[in-house]
């Protein structure tokens, strides 16, 4: 049976100025994820700050997860570092937390050669969490191959993918490609929000989403429309979700998932610096999309 | 007077698997750049593994350095960060040990947006320690304009750029341009060690030198024959480090250079996981290279 499958939220992380995390903020955002029926939840994913943040502070919002999602649906979350051993680190802190999955970008400074990527997975899956391949190359730099996933598949703890879905003319050839590189129990999932019911539809088994982590309603809408193979349905949640979709594009969704959650009552939700909040005609911008979308 | 001239030297930084400093290997190391007479030393800079240590780290090698240099030549320090309170509390770290200037990259995970960079250098240029801007986008994946340099230049404490070189027929243009936005006394310096002698050339007013870490004299050489507008030497020096060139393009300066360092008798030498040490063909290409180069 493939561990992961349908749709994945990826929430916020609310988090101080400081990058302490807000547990019971979070707790609130998770319950409402659970509320609505969401098949997985991607903690400490990229729109959840995993990067910026502490081993101990991801170890608290582990533990709060846990404490609130209580086995109701699986929970994944980011165990990616720039150095092998802290990867490996977070990973053992997530196994003990009894989290169902580890996701793991390969993080970097100093571009990675595959065979690097490769043996960088390989140490961490030893750790014994089950991995998922965290494949983002819009903020690691790094792109997985086809071959390179199948390669990596071939060890005993790696069970998923995350691969960004690429556009209607591109996803078949590539999930057929990936399809004949993989155990047939191995899960293989989209990200990219606006290219996600394509790629169900084109035999995608999980979409792992932005949207979903604030909005689970119309992204469930969404994949159990995919998933039941109903196009037109797909198509008609797209456009109307295409206002959303732009703002991803312009914003980045991290930054755009941020001043939702603040305008949903979930504290300040702000990104953590370096990156700031939008401001002025983006916030502007985001506000009146949000208003007229309908989405809560 | 510009704070940054001629030619400064970026060491590799020599630690065990753990990311543990061995000062006792630094020291040997930046004793013999003060000795050949480089005119500052980098430490912590990219070739110096600054992204993958801890802070804790960062300070035993700067406190290890300062005793070692002894005012002797300015030093640099590597205080880039994801986050802009950390790179803030490492450039106090950095002015508490009383090293001459920070080098602070833009480090990235969300891609960054300029107005996020100018509010990240301004807080981190607030701690009082002067700065030079480290543009590196093969690394950090965020690229400065001369505008924006010319912008954080106008801030009291930032100082200094680092620019990456390009080829000959682009660095004329590129350097009048940065000189127009800059103020005289602020210095306009180059990365990329093949393109860094014409870069001279053409007003240049420091290189930052991956090869001058382990062999300064050569460096060294090809700097006072630029700075001298000896072009016809600048040329032959080249044609020399062609070979050189090759593998830094080829396998990165940061790879070669850490199996360089091992040759030269500098500990195991061996880069942060992840990145791995070079082997079989590459690493014999290395050698073979290194060994007819007559470096040292």
């Known amino acids: 049976m493939k561990t992961i499958t349908g749709l994945s939220a990826f ?63 699986p929970l994944l979350v980011g165990i990616g570092a720039l150095r092998t051993d802290e990867a490996s680190e977070l990973a053992r ?14 993080v970097s400074y100093v571009p990675l050669q595959e065979h690097e990527v490769f043996e960088h997975f390989q ?12 494949n983002n190359p819009g903020t690691t730099h790094f792109s997985f191959t086809p071959e390179l996933v199948g390669r990596l598949a071939e060890l005993p703890n790696i069970v998923a993918v995350k691969n960004p879905a690429p556009g209607v003319g591109e996803i078949g050839d590539l999930h057929a490609d990936l399809l004949a590189r993989v155990p047939s129990d ?8 606006w290219h996600a019911g394509q790629a169900l539809l084109a035999g995608g088994d999980a979409w792992y989403s932005a949207l979903a982590g604030l909005y689970p309603d119309i992204a469930l809408r969404l994949t159990r429309a995919a998933q039941g193979g109903r196009t037109e349905e797909v198509a008609q949640l797209n456009r109307q979700l295409e206002p959303v979709w732009r703002l991803f594009r312009a914003y980045s969704s ?43």
Chains 1, 2 share one sequence.
């Open 11 to 73: 929430p916020i992380t609310p988090v101080d100025e400081a990058g302490v995390v807000d547990t019971e903020t979070l707790q609130r955002l998770l319950a409402r994820l659970v509320a609505a029926g969401v098949d997985s939840i991607g903690l400490l994913g990229s729109t959840g700050s995993y990067a910026y943040l502490t081993r101990a502070e991801r170890l608290r919002a582990i533990e709060a997860a846990v404490e609130c999602v209580a086995g109701r649906v």
């Open 93 to 106: 802190d997530a196994l003990r937390a009894d989290v169902q999955m580890g996701l793991l970008a390969p």
């Open 123 to 134: 140490a961490v899956s030893e750790v014994g969490l089950p991995l998922c391949i965290y």
């Open 186 to 193: 191995f899960s293989l999932g989209y990200s990219v929000d």
């Open 254 to 296: 991290y930054r755009v998932m941020h001043l939702a959650a603040s305008r949903e009552g979930f504290g300040e939700a702000q990104p953590i610096r370096p990156v700031l909040p939008l401001a002025d005609e983006a916030a502007r911008d985001v506000e009146t999309v949000l208003e007229r979308s309908g989405l809560t």
